[in-house]
């Protein structure tokens, strides 16, 4: 074919009006790239310099090693800390999670006077500064003279999870269709086999959303945790404090380990919730 | 069940609200007995005995209404800003990314993974003067030899615009999601050019999203002391951090429960005017 006849037949676009349209159709696309960009440039940050030959303080790039991923409790105190953040993100979770979920199935199934107040005491928390609950919390504890530590913390994240915990089961309540339990119901099954064998399970994946969301909130707080640990340190005390100082390489592989195993087990949840679907 | 049926939610709700009314409601009745305590004379630091003194509330807010002022201008500032980061992002995700969605979806939270404060801290480092940013920015005189990106308030905000931005961006992709595409095809078809219809069908039907996202922002950045203490300056503190000092440096509970009860009061006094003006645009 000769140029000519394809002249003839489409006629060709300037190639810059060609990008121009492009770009247009795509802007939402390269943004979204340069979004994401920016919320990962400091999680890829603390992964490269996990990999940092350093000494003590991990502020300038000083040469690649595997050392700090060999041995991630090399730093003094990074694994106790590591392993009272689980411990008290694990406690605070579970009470959370089985407390707000009753909750849950309270408001949004039943209607019972005092709902709206109800719908207000969970929405409080929410709506208090961390730096409020933390110091009022504090000096209830100081009040009946309890010391604060490890469950005087534990109290404390079970207190600002559960609103977190309603809100999630509540909204996956609230999105079942009825017309499920309705023919559990047809079927002849009792309320508590209702229950049972048809709502609980169409709940749990939210329960089990809830359950990450409280643990993910208590692992990373640090306000509340500050006014309400007295001398326990939790991973984010640990580096809030080790910041002054400079932080160990060690705490830099361990907040990369995490991200990478809640990347894995929320991938891994999405494709055990689509092989169900299917 | 054989129990009577009216008792079934009273019997779900107590545990939860026992421990909320332990462990929330008592603590803040507490906080505000304290705020009205004056030292016991003679007493230690740290002693102090109720007088309700509500001048402690005057004091308070008259020592620190710089920090006050600067807390609700940081605050607002990194809202709006991370409504503007995160509304395109959010319709980025919910129309635009097909299969894509929920592994998407799953990369907006998953920096929440990898500590706060670490995060935090990798900023500071990166804007910092041993971070490649400032002397490239230099090198190219986009910023003069001297300026500096940390220990500003301008970092303090960056800061706090960038650790709320998944609790901007979740809310807002959950109402947009939400919305029926054939809506805006039918604003289309009622001779709507894209600008008009983003604006009069998809801006409306997201406002839900908006007015959350805007609450989950605000609420925490208002009270925030940690990118203050990390990104900021002995001058761009906040009332978060007066608060902070109070309690573990100075021992003054009563000004720091003052400090608090009236950061608590004027975030309420905010959100309820705020959720009214929105609701009263959302009928018209």
């Not at chain 1, 000519?4 to 790239?33: C, E, H, Q």
């Not at chain 1, 409020?132 to 604060?148: D, H, Q, W, Y």
Request: glycine share 6%.
């Amino acid at each position: 074919m000769s140029k000519k006849v394809i002249d003839a037949s489409i006629p060709t676009i300037p190639v810059k009006a060609r990008f121009s349209r492009w770009f247009g159709r795509n802007l939402l696309r390269i943004y979204m790239i340069f979004g994401f960009t920016y919320l990962f440039i400091p999680v890829a940050y603390t992964f490269v310099f996990s990999f940092n030959d350093s000494g003590k303080s991990n502020l300038i790039w000083k040469g690649f090693t595997l050392r700090n991923w060999q041995n991630p409790c090399g730093a003094p105190e990074v694994c106790s800390a590591l392993s009272n953040s689980i411990k008290i993100g694990l406690l605070a979770t579970t009470f959370a999670t089985i407390l707000g979920t009753m909750v849950a199935f309270a408001v949004a199934r039943y209607s019972f006077k005092g709902r709206s107040a109800s719908n207000l005491l969970i929405f409080l928390p929410m709506a208090t500064p961390e730096v409020v609950l933390g110091a009022s919390l504090l000096s209830l504890f100081l009040l009946f003279k309890i010391n604060p530590g490890f469950w005087p913390t534990v109290i404390a994240h079970v207190m600002f999870c559960i609103s977190f915990v309603v809100v999630t089961v509540k909204a996956r309540i609230a999105s079942l269709d009825p017309r499920l339990e309705q023919a559990a119901m047809d079927l002849y099954a009792n309320e508590l086999e209702t229950f049972r064998r048809v709502t609980f399970p169409l709940v749990a994946p939210g329960i089990a959303g809830a359950a990450l969301l409280a643990f993910s909130l208590s692992f990373d707080d640090f306000i509340i945790t500050n006014f309400n640990s007295g001398t326990v340190t939790t991973f984010p005390k640990f580096v809030y404090v080790a910041a002054a100082r400079g932080i160990p390489a060690q705490a830099n592989v361990i907040g990369s380990s995490m991200f990478f195993l809640a990347l894995a087990l929320v991938i891994a949840g999405q494709l055990v919730n689509r092989k169900k679907i299917r | 069940m054989s129990l009577p049926k009216v008792r079934v939610p009273y019997l779900l709700l107590f545990p939860g609200f026992a421990f909320l009314f332990t462990f929330f409601i008592l603590p803040i009745i507490n906080l505000a007995q304290t705020s009205t305590q004056t030292p016991i004379k003679g007493g230690d630091t740290g002693q102090y005995q109720q007088s309700f003194a509500f001048s402690n509330y005057i004091h308070a807010f008259t020592e620190n209404k710089e920090q006050f002022a600067r807390s609700f201008v940081f605050a607002t500032l990194s809202t709006l800003l991370a409504l503007a980061i995160a509304y395109p992002l959010a319709y980025a995700i919910a129309f635009k990314s097909g299969k894509f969605k929920n592994i998407l979806l799953v990369l907006v939270v998953a920096p929440f993974f990898t500590s706060f404060l670490l995060r935090t801290i990798a900023w500071k480092q990166i804007l910092g003067e041993e971070g490649f940013v400032v002397p490239g920015l230099r090198s190219l005189h986009i910023i003069g030899q001297q300026t500096t990106l940390t220990s500003t308030s301008f970092a303090v905000v960056a800061g706090m615009t960038y650790n709320f931005l998944p609790f901007m961006t979740l809310p807002l992709y959950a109402s947009l999601e939400r919305i029926d595409p054939r809506t805006i095809e039918a604003a289309g078809d009622l001779y709507a050019n894209g600008i008009t219809a983003f604006r009069r069908v998809t801006v409306p039907l997201s406002m839900p999203g908006v007015v959350a996202g805007t609450l989950l922002t605000f609420i925490p950045a208002a009270g925030d002391y940690v990118n203050a203490a990390i990104l900021g300056s002995p001058t761009s503190k906040m009332v978060g951090n007066v608060i902070e000092s109070r309690y573990f440096k100075i021992v003054d509970y009563p000004t720091a429960a003052a400090l608090s009860f009236t950061l608590m009061a004027a975030i309420l006094i905010l959100v309820t005017l705020y959720i009214r003006k929105v609701g009263t645009e959302e009928l018209v």
